[in-house]
């Protein structure tokens, strides 16, 4: 069976604006250039299974939603599964758009939060 790259590229980009992330953030996040990504994404070049698996990592998606010819039924269900996990994607977008400096502040405030929360736990 042959599979058709131009099919993943539109996936790529659905998923990537669907979670507001631009090329260049995604690009970066897998270690290629934004360029290259827009090749990938217009079907003209195809990835390697390593930076593929970044990407599926990186939209919280099993690797077959990308190669799969039955990946709109598979996106059905893993939307179904992911309801749940709506606000995490959101995050996770925010997060993209984040500096450096930006994410330490956050991580900081998370752990303090999470002190917090063991701290209310064990008091009661």
Known sequence: MRYDISILG???????????ISRERLAELIGISSSFL?????????LSLEKLCLVAETF???LDYFLTDSAESNRETINNEQENNFDLIE????????SNTELRYIKEN???????????????
């Open 38 to 46: 827009g090749l990938v994404e217009r079907g003209d070049r195809k």
């Open 110 to 124: 998370v752990q303090l939060i999470k002190r917090l929360s063991l701290l209310k736990e064990k008091s009661l």
């Open 10 to 20: 539109e996936r790529i980009r659905k998923e990537r604006e669907q979670i507001a």
């Open 91 to 98: 995050i996770k977008a925010l997060l993209n758009t984040c």
């Open 60 to 62: 919280n998606l099993p």
